[in-house]
């Protein structure tokens, strides 16, 4: 099956030729090293908004040949952690294969995962994301997983599965979470509460990220793919994240009244 591009023309470029110049000025940063990150953590805006922050973060980090790909579920379809299992994505730029041997593998190791197109006909979070992926690898084929609501018993169980899996794979595998932060406070409220979410992802403390968010309402559309791939990463032995760059969409808008932050986090 071939997914076509959905939020082309609306989240980023639909012409391949001013996609692709977008992306080599988001990632001008790019230098001859980058690590080999277990995971990170990307907006998923659109690119006016975000894309510097996205940028940031894939400059620093290697995109090896696989990706598994891990948003949330915006359009209440599918089941609640749904895996599209076969196939290809298509972008302005080409298509991304999914690697059907992986999403299998994580099919069997994790009975909260399904196998489930419905969840990413219409879902944005990871579409957003492959642009990148496939400027710096257009080798990297995927897994895309969309996430409903989970509690921290549910996203351990998937992040401990996920983190079996990518052991036992003989490749090298990242974990992409797509993530956008507070939504539609003002600026100074949305850089206070983003912050103490930030905080508890550079500490990796996946529970305790799940819990400062439900405290303090922090509409982070992303914190339960964002806690199943810290707890992933905390098994695959990650030590330490770093911040890879934040704004807010008052930056680009003017408005800082009602604004959404993003954050770009490199975990390794």
């Known amino acids: 099956m071939l997914r076509h591009a959905q939020v082309a023309y609306q989240f980023y470029p639909g012409d391949p030729e001013v996609l692709e110049g977008e992306l080599r000025g988001f990632l001008s940063a790019r230098g001859e090293k980058t ?4 995971a990170i953590i990307a907006p998923h805006a659109g690119y006016i908004y975000s894309g510097k922050v996205a940028g940031c973060v894939f400059s620093g980090v290697t995109i090896p040949d696989n990706v598994i790909l891990i948003g949330p579920n915006h359009t209440g379809l599918g089941t609640k952690a749904s895996i599209m299992a076969s196939g290809k994505w298509e972008i302005p730029t080409g298509t991304v294969a999914i690697n059907e041997e992986l999403s299998g593998r994580l099919l069997e190791a994790c ?7 419905t969840a990413h006909m219409g879902e944005h979070s990871l579409e957003v994301e492959l642009p990148f992926i496939h400027h710096l690898n ?7 997983i969309t996430v409903m609501s989970a509690g921290f018993e549910e996203s351990s169980e998937m992040g401990n599965a996920l983190a079996g899996v990518v052991r036992g794979y003989n490749e090298k595998i990242l974990i992409v979470v797509s993530s956008d932060m507070n939504h539609y406070e003002s600026d100074d409220v949305t850089r206070t509460k983003d912050r103490l979410a930030i ?4 500490e990796l403390d996946a529970e305790g990220l799940l819990s400062v968010t439900t405290k303090k309402g922090i509409t982070m559309c992303g914190v339960v793919p964002a806690t199943i791939a810290i707890v992933a990463a905390k098994a695959l032995g990650a030590t330490g994240a770093r911040l890879a760059g934040y704004a807010t969409s008052g930056e680009t808008s003017g408005d800082y009244g009602h604004v959404v932050g993003y954050a770009g986090i490199v975990i390794k």
Do not use: H, N
């Open 111 to 117: 009975e909260l995962f399904s196998d489930d197109y």
């Open 138 to 144: 257009p080798k990297a084929r995927i897994v895309p």
């Open 35 to 38: 690590v080999d990150a277990v």
């Open 199 to 202: 905080d508890k992802a550079l």
